[in-house]
């Protein structure tokens, strides 16, 4: 009971500290009427940036301050009038045999294995009987070989995807693109072919802030989503519900706003919409031709009338203003102002565009309430700090997808069919860490650790064991490319398996096989460490001093303003490492002095929000 | 301006720390008065084991007609009654059943099952199958039972937070590797970091501030926990094989455990469960680990005195389908048994073992949803009031508890 007057005391304190002074911009909070032309300056600029696309340099934000805000949110938000300097096309491995190749999916292999019997060919590899060898190996080995060579492929597109985003004239081509794969998540891991996942966009980019329709009748037809929900196993007599259940939970109205009958009788109506190779292709057999009701509709329906019937739903408004609300502005989106926007973007025929040009002018969207709440995720936060830092290439260390996918965003791979929770799931104690140690490793190359394992022996650990690895190196290094076991099982580190046969052998050497094909055909082309220099960009910016150059970086790189004790910290800091209150920018110890101080910048929570 | 010393600065921060020995507006502030509760140590096997060649049916010959290749002989098998014999290899298993703490529930499973590993192992991770349930029913019990917040009340051991423990009010201990779970950088620096970091709190514009605020003063105290626990724990117990993840893992556990380290779930899992291929070498190597390191768990956690406490639940995503393929393994398949192990449980065979001649297009037809046995673990042990509401549905618990 001795602690309750302390509790109390520290909430009243706390809650007096957050109410802060009173502004402006508080009371703009759910005001839905544009910003002035008067209102518009360097620090609201910044903020739109930082939400329309992925942050940028003072130089980029003072080009953005210097327009009409309506002219400002243009520019971002209709993006197709802007020209766009070209981007690199992804170069990519040839990971499979031909363009129009079709990718064993998860739980083909046995179907696969009695094709290549009957017809030969399977996988793009010839296999024929043979009685002194196994002779499905070679089959085995391209299963495993197609598998990670995906997966390592999807990891150079996230790489080049990433690079978009950093520079791209149309930051909110890119920065759309990632909600809508957020908001239709699809995983590659269940695709398995980098190509589809790509394709798929190829459509967020062309349809991302135009009408929703559009964008949701290519969904329909897109051949990674018509894996990841089945689409393509979807027949009449036999339909999979998996496609029509999401499109209305998920996409478009929200639990509550459909029925079971709903879910069935749309999932009749989509039968047929499957693949022909890679493409999409509407069977006319597989078809359901029979009458349907959907959301009240009756009728010999189809996939595309189920659109229309579910954009007649006021429900489809509502839940699609307020996801891309509370993914742009903030989390706790009122209902009012929830409403007001389902109102108008209705009325726009679902014009994605005109409704974020709405909220990006809203006194709203530059309350306190919005400015500095929203937690990066992963993919942001990495992408920010070097457009930030002015980089014209995403750095080849820290590696950009498995440094995002250790931080709980893999691009192309969600979690579920849900996408990213986000907001405060991002932050637990280790990915708080692991954000501070990607800070870390951008200005600290040299501390990047060199890999304990190559990728080759990751991979093949991560399925067969390191015993078996070791061994099979072993044999490989002898020159020995046989698809029988020459060795006795007991030597290849099976001794403690009783019963080990040559299936099992089989299988471990395939996953070796595969993994080092894989390994020797994905190009291994990334770029060095970032390269940047601090002393130059605080010269450029007429810096002398450590306040000064403390001012300058908390500035550029937070959104929020450092609490005076921690701005203290940081200028006691550096003033310790320089020896004084001048810098002398000419000396590179000044570079890592700075860096050190960067650091601790880049660590504060304040960074890990936008 | 008076320059600021970073030994200036270190003081102060040590008086904020006293700061922030105040507990912060998120998080309850009757910790101090609860009493120690079950710790519930949930072990995945992903890749979807098959559970006819693990909890075995050697009565039945519908089973060994399935499968002449990688049918398991009765004689081999480690008999536990008339009906059921272990896999050769779960002697560990063996042991804890003569022990009276084994459960075991037949043919979970759910309506309408997917084969896709990614989407199965989802909804076991939501336990709402065939939607899109943000977080995971490990989350959402720890929000249920603190609604305030609980520090360090989910550890992960995985190199990435699993949805099951993902929650709207936890922030879960994530890691793999203990040594690998701090924060990098010069040791100076990271005293002004520290320093920063534990400063009183105040001026937090934004809620999600202060909670990253808060998250960030825990998470080096949680680390360093973590790190010296797992680095000075010594055990006379053998785990069996360290080519085995899970007997490093539950080794850890161990050591937090006996660090009392305040969490009540721990999520482990172990690969390798795929066995479409060359089933009998690959399976019998993952459950004699499987086993073993349970065996050794459960010793170790009675040797500190935690084995009262403790409650394993061993899952995976789906059973492998009744007859093996060609290729000596057996394909994705529908029900499974659920393993609840510790003190705590009433021992033996729970639920209706599925039948090998009524089957549905060759998959075993599920007999206890698994949300039931989610229902008994959350109700009977973990002390969930509204079990219905956490797990979007009504499902009556199985009475798993023994009555004590």
């Known amino acids: 009971m001795a602690r309750l007057p302390v509790i109390a005391a520290a909430i009243a304190a706390s809650a007096s500290l957050l109410a802060g002074p009173a502004s402006a911009t508080t009371s703009w909070q759910d005001d839905l009427s544009p910003i002035a032309a008067d209102e518009w300056n360097a620090e609201r600029a910044a903020h739109l940036l930082a939400r329309a696309g992925f942050g940028g340099t003072p130089e980029e934000i003072e080009k953005l301050a210097a327009m009409e805000p309506e002219a400002a949110v243009r520019k971002l938000v209709r993006w197709q009038d802007q020209p766009n300097a070209p981007l690199a096309p992804f170069l990519p491995s040839q990971v499979f045999p031909s363009d129009d190749f079709v990718p064993p999916l998860d739980g083909d292999l046995e179907r696969i294995v009695f094709r290549s019997i009957l017809f030969r060919g399977g996988l793009g590899v010839d296999v024929r009987w043979n009685f002194s060898e196994p002779f499905l190996q070679p089959l085995f080995d391209q299963f495993f070989y197609l598998l990670f060579a995906n997966f390592a492929e999807m990891t150079r597109v996230a790489h080049w995807q990433a690079e978009r985003m950093l520079l791209s004239e149309r930051p909110l081509e890119e920065k759309l693109a990632l909600f809508w794969h957020d908001h239709f998540a699809t995983s590659n891991e269940k695709v398995r072919d980098y190509r589809k996942m790509m394709r798929q966009w190829d459509l967020y980019r062309e349809k991302g802030n135009g009408h929703f329709r559009e964008l949701l009748l290519g969904i329909c037809r897109d051949p990674a989503m018509l894996v990841y929900l089945d689409g393509q196993r979807n027949v009449r007599g036999e339909p999979n519900e998996n496609f029509a259940r999401e499109i209305m939970e998920l996409f478009t109205l929200g639990v509550g706003n459909?029925?079971?009958?709903?879910?069935?009788?749309?999932?009749?109506?989509?039968?047929?919409?499957?693949?022909?190779?890679?493409?999409?292709?509407?069977?006319?057999?597989?078809?359901?031709?029979?009458?349907?009701?959907?959301?009240?509709?009756?009728?010999?329906?189809?996939?595309?009338?189920?659109?229309?019937?579910?954009?007649?739903?006021?429900?489809?408004?509502?839940?699609?203003?307020?996801?891309?609300?509370?993914?742009?502005?903030?989390?706790d989106a009122s209902p009012e102002t929830v409403e007001a926007l389902a109102a108008s973007f209705r009325e726009s025929d679902y014009d994605v565009g005109a409704l974020l040009e709405r909220v990006f002018l809203s006194r709203d969207f530059y309350s306190d309430a919005s400015v500095g709440a929203h937690i990066q995720s992963p993919v942001e936060l990495m992408v920010s700090t070097y457009r930030k830092l002015g980089l014209r290439e995403i750095p080849g260390a820290p590696y950009f997808a498995t440094t995002a996918g250790a931080m709980g965003e893999q691009l192309y791979m969600p979690p579920n069919v849900a996408g990213w929770p986000g907001g405060r799931t991002w932050i637990n104690p280790s990915t708080l860490m692991l954000r501070q140690n990607f800070a870390r490793h951008v200005l600290f190359p040299q501390e990047i650790p060199p890999p304990e394992k190559s990728l080759m022996e990751t991979v093949v650990v991560a399925v067969v064991g390191p015993d078996i690895y070791e061994q099979m190196k072993r044999m490989a290094a002898a020159g020995d490319r046989s698809h029988a076991p020459t060795m006795s099982m007991q030597d290849m580190g099976f001794a403690r398996v009783q019963e080990a046969n040559s299936e099992a052998f089989n299988l471990a050497w395939a996953v070796y096989n595969g993994a080092e094909k894989a390994v020797g055909a994905i190009r291994f082309d990334f770029p060095p460490p970032a390269r940047f220099s601090l002393r130059e960009m605080l010269a450029g910016a007429g810096v002398r001093d450590v306040d000064a150059a403390v001012d300058h970086l908390t500035g550029r790189f937070l959104r929020l303003p450092p609490r005076q004790s921690d701005r203290r910290a940081l200028v006691g800091h550096l003033r310790e490492l320089s020896g004084g209150d001048d810098l002398d920018l000419d000396d590179p110890q000044t570079e890592k002095h700075l860096r050190e101080v960067l650091h601790l910048i880049l660590s504060m929570p304040e960074y890990q929000l936008t | 301006m008076t320059a600021v010393t970073r030994r200036d600065l270190i003081r102060a921060g040590l008086a904020g720390a006293v700061g922030a020995a105040l507990p912060p507006l998120w998080r309850g502030t009757a910790l101090a008065a609860e009493s120690p509760g079950p710790v519930l140590v949930v072990v995945e096997l992903a890749g979807g084991n098959d559970g006819l060649n693990t909890i075995v049916p050697y009565r039945d010959d519908a089973y060994h007609r399935a499968r002449p290749e990688i049918g398991l002989a009765s004689e081999a098998l480690l008999r536990v009654d008339d009906h059921f014999g272990f896999h050769p290899r779960l002697l560990g298993l063996r042991n804890l059943w003569e022990q009276q703490r084994v459960a075991i529930v037949h043919g979970c499973g759910y309506p309408n099952p997917t084969r896709s590993h990614f989407s199965a192992m989802a909804w076991w991770h939501t336990a709402v199958p065939g939607a899109a349930e943000p977080f995971g029913w490990l989350g959402r019990m720890a929000d249920a039972r603190w609604p305030d917040g609980r520090p360090d009340t989910l550890v992960n051991v995985a190199s990435q937070e699993s949805l099951a423990v993902r929650s709207a009010r936890h922030a879960p201990i994530v890691f793999r590797d203990p040594r690998a779970f701090a924060r990098l950088g010069d040791p100076a620096a990271g005293e002004i970091y520290d320093a920063m970091t534990r400063s009183r709190p105040g001026g937090e514009t934004t809620a999600n501030l202060a909670f990253l605020r808060d998250i960030a003063r825990t998470a080096e105290r949680s680390a360093a926990t973590v790190r010296e626990a797992t680095a000075r724990y010594e055990t006379p117990i053998r785990y069996g094989s360290d080519a085995a993840t899970l007997a490093v893992d539950l080794r850890n556990v161990a050591a937090l455990l006996d660090a009392d380290f305040p969490a009540r779930v721990y999520y482990t899992s172990m690969s390798g469960f795929d066995t479409h291929a060359a089933q009998p070498s690959s399976q019998q190597l993952l459950l004699m680990y499987l086993g073993d390191a349970l065996e050794a768990f459960f010793a170790d956690v009675d040797r500190i005195g935690r084995g009262d406490e403790v409650l394993v639940l061993v899952f995976t995503e789906f059973g492998r389908r009744v007859a093996e393929n060609q290729s000596g393994g057996t394909d994705h398949g529908t029900a499974t048994p659920i393993w609840l192990l510790g003190r705590g449980v009433r021992p033996g065979f729970h639920g209706a073992f599925p039948s090998l001649a009524d089957l549905d297009a060759g998959d075993l037809r599920m007999t206890t949803d698994?949300?039931?046995?989610?229902?008994?673990?959350?109700?009977?042990?973990?002390?969930?009031?509204?079990?219905?509401?956490?797990?979007?549905?009504?499902?009556?618990?199985?009475?798993?508890?023994?009555?004590?």
């Open chain 1, 258 to 331: 459909y029925t079971e009958a709903d879910v069935k009788e749309a999932a009749r109506a989509f039968t047929g919409w499957g693949l022909d190779d890679n493409d999409f292709d509407r069977s006319f057999w597989r078809h359901d031709h029979g009458r349907k009701t959907v959301l009240g509709r009756t009728g010999r329906l189809d996939g595309d009338d189920v659109v229309d019937a579910i954009l007649e739903q006021p429900a489809a408004a509502r839940f699609l203003a307020a996801k891309l609300y509370r993914w742009f502005v903030r989390e």
């Open chain 2, 370 to 404: 698994f949300r039931r046995v989610y229902a008994s673990v959350l109700s009977e042990w973990m002390g969930v009031g509204d079990v219905a509401g956490l797990l979007r549905g009504s499902f009556q618990p199985l009475g798993l508890r023994a009555a004590s």
